[in-house]
């Protein structure tokens, strides 16, 4: 397990966004000196105030657009050219991650802010391909479901997605690039490999399967349970975002579908299986209280959890510590 302490302070913000500016122009230069700024102007948090705004002044921007009758003109992203051998895209670059680690506050996520910069693209394709590529490959069919938006491209989904998918999706979701770089909630820089061969794909299709579907699905209760312990633990250190993605994956699937009610319940589970144990839901304590949510719909998990003492817990932790579960 690998922790993080990081807590989203003006100095801590500002610190981090230096050390990341440093990183990722090092890796763009090394790979060309050029990349695609990814941003979703959709979310209304990119104010004039902000400066993104007058950065965006006499830049080349490429509109993605999504052909699909419910998203005509409901959803566009910015494709941005940077070249970091130019002064002026030096500046809007350092602009660009500025305004990303702001983006990742847990108060301001809370507040529905959203995240406009979605990532860092280091790819030799012209830029229709990869606009063509980003929105056909978000409108995914999965069999005997229909068709869906997938919002890969968010970067505080990008991580979930990826840890359903296989080597084989993974390697077409980010078929167009080289590397795809983003800031995670974290405000740690990822950077994951693109599935880039030269060659143009034929088709988007990830062949997702209704189980790796249904898994995504968890994506919006994923965030919620984030948002809750990072700021819980601001000060405290924290499972990292990847492997707390991974926990919480497990956790939910593995969860019966009908012992969660509402959107406490989802948070308080998640949260203890990232404070608890990572399986403590195995345990035939927490497996007696799904039987009694069965039973009586007017109970609920965090009602019933609520009566489980510091002792009990304990227990359960140790119990799971010594793999009795």
């Known amino acids: 397990m690998f922790f993080v302490n990081f807590n989203y302070t003006e100095s801590?913000?500002?610190?981090?966004?230096?050390?990341?500016?440093?990183?990722?122009?090092?890796k763009i230069i090394i790979e060309g000196g050029q990349c695609l700024l990814l941003v979703d102007p959709s979310l209304g948090n990119m104010r004039k105030e902000d400066g993104l705004w007058n950065g965006l002044i006499g830049k080349n921007l490429y509109k993605v657009n999504f052909d699909h009758p419910e998203l005509s003109?409901?959803?566009?992203?910015?494709?941005?050219?940077?070249?970091?051998?130019?002064k002026e895209d030096i500046?809007?670059?350092?602009?660009?991650i500025d305004i990303a680690m702001?983006?990742?506050?847990?108060?301001?996520?809370?507040?529905?802010?959203?995240?406009?910069?979605?990532?860092?693209?280091?790819?030799?394709?012209?830029?229709?391909?990869?606009?063509?590529?980003?929105?056909?490959?978000?409108?995914?069919r999965v069999a005997g479901k229909g068709e869906f938006l997938l919002r890969f491209f968010?970067?505080?989904?990008?991580?979930?997605?990826?840890?359903?998918?296989?080597?084989?999706?993974?390697?077409?979701?980010?078929?167009?690039?080289?590397?795809?770089?983003?800031?995670?909630?974290?405000?740690?820089?990822?950077?994951?490999?693109?599935?880039?061969t030269g060659f143009r794909q034929m088709n988007y299709s990830l062949s997702l399967s209704s189980?790796?579907?249904?898994?995504?699905?968890?994506?919006?209760?994923?965030?919620?349970?984030?948002?809750?312990y990072r700021n819980t633990y601001r000060q405290n250190q924290r499972i990292i975002e990847n492997q707390s993605h991974q926990i919480l994956l497990l956790a939910f699937h593995s969860v019966p579908v009908d012992v969660l009610f509402n959107e406490n319940d989802f948070i308080l589970f998640g949260m203890h299986a990232l404070t608890k144990h990572p399986y403590f839901y195995r345990h035939s304590m927490i497996k007696s209280i799904f039987n009694n949510l069965r039973r009586d719909a007017s109970m609920s998990y965090?009602?019933?959890?609520?009566?489980?003492?510091?002792?009990?817990?304990?227990?359960?932790?140790?119990?799971?510590?010594?793999?009795k579960y």
């Not at 801590?12 to 090092?26: D, F, N, T």
């Not at 690039?177 to 405000?187: A, E, H, L, P």
């Not at 189980?211 to 809750?228: C, Y």
Request: with cysteine; glycine share 6%; charged share 25%.
């Open 211 to 228: 189980h790796s579907w249904e898994k995504i699905q968890h994506t919006s209760n994923i965030n919620r349970v984030m948002r809750r």
């Open 302 to 323: 965090c009602l019933l959890t609520d009566e489980i003492d510091t002792k009990t817990w304990e227990v359960i932790i140790n119990d799971c510590r010594d793999e």
């Open 91 to 96: 500046a809007f670059f350092n602009l660009s």
């Open 73 to 86: 003109g409901a959803l566009e992203l910015w494709l941005i050219p940077i070249n970091l051998n130019y």
């Open 102 to 140: 702001n983006e990742v506050d847990p108060d301001a996520l809370e507040a529905g802010k959203g995240r406009a910069i979605c990532a860092w693209l280091s790819t030799p394709n012209d830029i229709e391909y990869i606009a063509e590529h980003i929105s056909s490959t978000a409108i995914q």
């Open 154 to 196: 968010d970067a505080a989904i990008i991580d979930v997605v990826l840890n359903v998918l296989d080597e084989w999706q993974q390697s077409r979701l980010l078929g167009s690039v080289q590397r795809w770089y983003y800031i995670d909630g974290d405000g740690r820089l990822s950077s994951k490999a693109g599935g880039y």
């Open 12 to 26: 801590a913000v500002a610190k981090r966004s230096e050390e990341i500016k440093k990183e990722l122009s090092e």
